[in-house]
């Protein structure tokens, strides 16, 4: 697993390495929802990956195009179906200790949301990139404040400029 921080800005070309060291041919499931703050990393990357594309690489969950646990599994099959010599990069908020609010994990063997909110979710992707956004605890989670989506805002920004930047060949 690679841990960076969206305090260093230094971490974005060592996100962005990891990240070309670890996808090729992938296809990105962002998953989320913009009406919860903490849980809209992933469609707010989606948005962004979306919209900065120089080449096509296919994107599921944007902004007004969540993927959420409702249809997660549907989703998902409908992704491998689709793309089936493709990886499946993840991208999905999560929670930690207060000091990890920040951190972007970059890990094999892709993700379980809704480990967060508690729900009971299969394991999803063959690489997963999580944006810690809270603090442990579901009341932390559903916080509604403007920083909060500052913070939410800036991890999203950092993840997709690695991703662009790791994908975006000259």
Avoid: W
């Avoid at 009406?35 to 599921?60: A, C, E, T």
């Avoid at 990139?129 to 999203?156: H, P, Q």
Wanted: charged share 15%; aromatic share 8%.
């Amino acid at each position: 697993m690679v841990e960076v921080s969206v305090y260093n800005q230094q971490d974005k070309a060592k996100l962005t390495q990891a990240i070309k060291g670890k996808i090729t041919n992938p296809v990105f499931m962002c998953i989320g929802t913009e009406k919860v703050f903490s849980d809209s990393l992933g469609p707010r990357v989606g948005s962004l990956l979306n919209d900065g594309m120089q080449n096509p690489v296919f994107v599921y969950g944007m902004c007004d195009q969540n993927i959420t646990a409702e249809n997660l599994c549907h989703s998902y099959n409908f992704i491998k179906a689709m793309h089936p010599d493709s990886q499946i990069v993840v991208v999905d908020a999560g929670v930690g200790g207060y000091e990890q609010i920040g951190k972007i994990q970059l890990c094999d063997g892709g993700l379980i949301p809704g480990a967060a909110t508690n729900k009971n979710l299969p394991s999803v992707g063959d690489v997963g990139i999580v944006g810690i956004v809270a603090e442990r605890g579901m009341s932390d989670f559903y916080t509604l404040n403007s920083t909060k989506d500052k913070l939410v805002g800036a991890v999203a920004q950092f993840i997709a400029d690695a991703i662009l930047d790791a994908t975006q060949y000259a």
